[in-house]
T-cell receptor, first 113, second 112 residues
C-alpha cells in the first residue's frame, strides 16, 4: 500500500521568509501528485498537481512544487510567504491504477506578521 | 464545491447506534471517495468507488460499509458506532480522466 509522509508537522515563519514543505511517498508504480491547502474553517482547495511532463509545477498563489522521482519527493515551495498563507497543507498521492488518493498527515503553517 | 453535497452536516450518536452519511454529486463524475479527517492524521481513505457498481476498501475500512447505488450517490454506513469513529467525514469525487478531486463540505460526527 502506498503511504505519504510529511515530516514538518508545524512550521512557523515570518512574513517574506521562504517556505519549503517536504513530502515523500512510498509507492513503486505510476502516481499523480497533489498539494492541497485548508484555511481555518474552510474545506480543502487544490494548490497544484503533477501528472507528467515538467517536474517543476506552478500552482496558485505563487506556490510551486518539484517532483524528484529518484527521491520519491514532491516538495512545496514559495519564495516569500504572507500572513494569509497561514493554513494547513496536505500532500496527496494517487495510485493511477487503483485511483485511490492517499493524503499525508498535513503541515500546519503559521506566518507571523 | 456546490456539486458535492453531504448530509447530515452535524450528528451526535450514542455508542452502538447506526447511521448513514449521504453524498450526492451532480457533476457526472465516475469516482467517489469517503475520507475521515482527524487531528494530526490528515485525511484517511475509508472506501472508494471507481465507477458505479464498484467499491473498494481504503486505508481504514473497519467499522464502515458503503453503497454506490447509482452514479450520483455514494453512502457511508456505520453499523455500530464507536467513539473512535468521532471524526469529520469528507466525500469527494473526480472524473475518470479528470485531474481534480472535488470535496464536499464535511460531516461532523461525534460518538458518545
Amino acid at each position: 500500500a502506498q503511504s505519504v509522509s510529511q515530516h514538518n508537522h508545524h512550521v512557523i515563519l515570518s512574513e517574506a521568509a521562504s517556505l519549503e514543505l517536504g513530502c515523500n511517498y512510498s509507492y513503486g508504480g505510476t502516481v499523480n501528485l497533489f498539494w492541497y491547502v485548508q484555511y481555518p474553517g474552510q474545506h480543502l482547495q487544490l494548490l497544484l498537481k503533477y501528472f507528467s511532463g515538467d517536474p517543476l509545477v506552478k500552482g496558485i498563489k505563487g506556490f510551486e512544487a518539484e517532483f524528484i522521482k529518484s527521491k520519491f519527493s514532491f516538495n512545496l515551495r514559495k519564495p516569500s510567504v504572507q500572513w494569509s498563507d497561514t493554513a494547513e497543507y496536505f500532500c496527496a498521492v494517487e495510485d493511477t491504477g487503483r485511483r485511490a488518493l492517499t493524503f499525508g498527515s498535513g503541515t500546519r503553517l503559521q506566518v507571523q506578521p | 464545491n456546490a456539486g458535492v453535497t453531504q448530509t447530515p452536516k452535524f450528528q451526535v450518536l450514542k455508542t452502538g447506534q447506526s447511521m448513514t452519511l449521504q453524498c450526492a454529486q451532480d457533476m457526472n463524475h465516475n469516482s467517489m471517495y469517503w475520507y475521515r479527517q482527524d487531528p494530526g492524521m490528515g485525511l484517511r481513505l475509508i472506501y472508494y468507488s471507481a465507477s458505479e457498481g464498484t467499491t473498494d476498501k481504503g486505508e481504514v475500512p473497519n467499522g464502515y460499509n458503503v453503497s454506490r447505488l447509482n452514479k450520483r450517490e455514494f453512502s457511508l454506513r456505520l453499523e455500530s458506532a464507536a467513539p473512535s469513529q468521532t471524526s469529520v467525514y469528507f466525500c469527494a469525487t473526480r472524473t475518470f480522466s479528470g485531474n481534480t478531486i472535488y470535496f464536499g463540505e464535511g460531516s461532523w460526527l461525534t460518538v458518545v
